[in-house]
């Protein structure tokens, strides 16, 4: 089992460029997770779906950020445009019947936009 | 709403010494708990949880932890440490019914030889 996989690990853009991260989870998982890390924040829950579904969304900051899972085995988080407060750790996660099941972290992706 | 407040941001220690990582939370309604550890450049993972049933939990690599209801308090605690338990600690708290989990702002456990 190749875990939860996340691209890039590193992204540096500059502010107002689009930015979309991309993650892979666990095979047979059908809940998945965006959070973001910051200093200040700490760990923040952006999105989860459901066998592909959007559930919940009411931790995504803006408009400028939107999440996609177009199949078991994909999602992105798309942030357009970036700005510098963006700039924090993203991690997908994926748990096999929801949060009370172990969550499966992905390495991150580090993001900085300058 | 819940909440979860980490004590302490940093804790270092001796090698083979004890120690505890405290985490206090706040909920309306009847909680789960959870600990999990980020080892740098990482993502989480579980270390053990609270769902229901005995307040003693115990978990991987030695850690356990205990439920207090009346002290709204989940601390997790390990007998004797080792250099490789250097990592950043999360308390978590999940509502019951809810997948959101509200993590803790997380407790740098460094070991010292």
């Known amino acids: 089992d190749a875990g939860v996989i996340q691209s890039p690990r590193h992204e540096v853009t500059e502010m107002g460029q689009e930015v979309t991260l991309r993650c892979k989870p666990i095979?047979?998982?059908?809940?998945l997770f965006w959070y973001r890390q910051t200093m200040m924040r700490g760990l923040e829950l952006l999105i989860y779906?459901?066998?592909?579904?959007?559930?919940?969304d009411s931790g995504m900051p803006e408009d400028r950020f939107s999440a996609k899972m177009p199949n078991a085995s994909f999602s992105t988080l798309k942030i357009q445009p970036s700005e510098p407060r963006d700039s924090a750790v993203y991690f997908c996660?994926?748990?096999?019947?929801?949060?009370?099941?172990?969550?499966?972290f992905g390495n991150g992706t580090r993001l900085t936009v300058t | 709403a819940q909440s979860v407040t980490q004590l302490d941001s940093q804790v270092p220690v001796f090698e083979e010494a004890p120690v505890e990582l405290r985490c206090n939370y706040s909920?309306?309604?009847?909680?789960?708990l959870f600990w999990y550890v980020q080892y740098p450049n990482q993502g989480l993972q579980l270390l053990l949880k609270?769902?229901?049933?005995?307040?003693l939990v115990k978990g991987i690599n030695g850690f356990e932890a205990e439920f207090n209801k009346s002290q709204t308090s989940f601390h997790l605690r390990k007998p004797s440490v080792h250099i490789s338990d250097t990592a950043e600690y999360f308390c978590a708290v999940g509502p019951g019914g809810s997948e959101k989990l509200v993590f803790g702002k997380g407790t740098k456990l460094t070991v010292n030889p």
């Open positions: 996660a994926s748990s096999f019947s929801g949060a009370l099941s172990p969550l499966h």
């Open positions: 909920s309306s309604v009847s909680v789960y």
């Open positions: 779906f459901n066998n592909n579904v959007p559930i919940d």
């Open positions: 095979s047979g998982h059908d809940y």
């Open positions: 609270y769902l229901s049933g005995s307040t």
